[in-house]
C-alpha cells in the first residue's frame, strides 16, 4: 500500500527545546515536500526536495531545516521552535513522471510549541 | 498577498443537490489547476485537475470548471452525499514550475 509516514502525530513541546518530525514514503518517489496548514492560510510549503542531497527553500522556510540522505525520508528539523511554529504539519510526495501536481500526504503532524 | 483564493469558508448543502466552491486566482501565469479534498485527521488527497487549455474537466460526480478570463475556477459536486463533507482546497501552479499554492480552503457539510 502506498503511503507517506510521518512521526509523531501529535507534539507538545516548549520553546526552544529542538525537535524533528519525521516523513518515510514507500513509492519511490523523487520529490517531497513539507507544508504547514494554519487557519485562514491555508497549506503553505516549508522546504522542498527535488532529489536525494537537493533541498530548497518554500515559501516560509524561516525557523526550520530539512534534510535529503535517503530517498524515502524528508525530515524537518525545528532546531529552537516557537510558539508561532504551532502548526499541522504535513510532509507530502509527487511522482515526477509528468507534470500532475497530484502530492500525496501523509496524515500530518500536529504541533503545539508553549 | 494571497494569490489562490477561496472566499467561502463554509458551505452547507442538502444530500442530492449540487454543491459549488468557488476559487479565485490572481496570478495570470497559474496554467495548472487541482482540488483536494480534506477529512479530519487525515492529508489532503487529490481530486480533480484541469490545464489552462481546457474550460471543463469531469470526473464521476465531481466537474471543475475555469473561467481564464476571469481568473476563477469552480468545483461541481453533483450529486452530493454525506460523505463529500471535507474540507475543499483549490491549488494552482505557475506555467513552467512544479510550484502549487494553496487556497485558504472551504469547509463544505452535506445534510441528509
Known amino acids: 500500500e502506498a503511503q507517506v509516514t510521518q512521526n509523531p502525530r501529535y507534539l507538545i513541546t516548549v520553546t526552544g527545546k529542538k525537535l524533528t518530525v519525521t516523513c518515510s514514503q514507500n513509492m519511490n518517489h523523487e520529490y517531497m515536500s513539507w507544508y504547514r496548514q494554519d487557519p485562514g492560510l491555508g497549506l503553505r510549503q516549508i522546504y522542498y526536495s527535488m532529489n536525494v542531497e537537493v533541498t530548497d527553500k518554500g515559501d516560509v522556510p524561516e525557523g526550520y531545516k530539512v534534510s535529503r540522505k535517503e530517498k524515502r525520508n524528508f525530515p524537518l528539523i525545528l532546531e529552537s521552535p516557537s510558539p508561532n511554529q504551532t502548526s499541522l504539519y504535513f510532509c507530502?510526495?509527487?511522482?515526477?513522471?509528468?507534470?500532475?501536481?497530484?502530492?500525496?500526504f501523509g496524515e500530518g503532524s500536529r504541533l503545539t510549541v508553549l | 498577498d494571497q494569490q489562490v483564493k477561496q472566499n467561502s469558508p463554509s458551505l452547507s448543502v442538502q444530500e442530492g443537490r449540487i454543491s459549488i466552491l468557488n476559487c479565485d486566482y490572481t496570478?495570470?501565469?497559474?496554467?495548472?489547476f487541482l482540488w483536494y479534498k480534506k477529512y479530519p485527521a487525515e492529508g489532503p488527497t487529490f481530486l480533480i485537475s484541469i490545464s489552462s487549455i481546457k474550460d471543463k474537466n469531469e470526473d464521476g460526480r465531481f466537474t471543475v470548471f475555469l473561467n481564464k478570463s476571469a481568473k476563477h475556477l469552480s468545483l461541481h459536486i453533483v450529486p452530493s452525499q454525506p460523505g463529500d463533507s471535507a474540507v475543499y482546497f483549490c491549488a494552482a501552479s505557475p506555467e513552467g514550475t512544479d510550484k502549487l499554492i494553496f487556497g485558504t480552503g472551504t469547509r463544505l457539510q452535506v445534510f441528509p
Open positions: 496570478n495570470s501565469m497559474f496554467d495548472y
Open positions: 507530502a510526495t509527487e511522482g515526477r513522471e509528468g507534470r500532475t501536481g497530484e502530492l500525496f
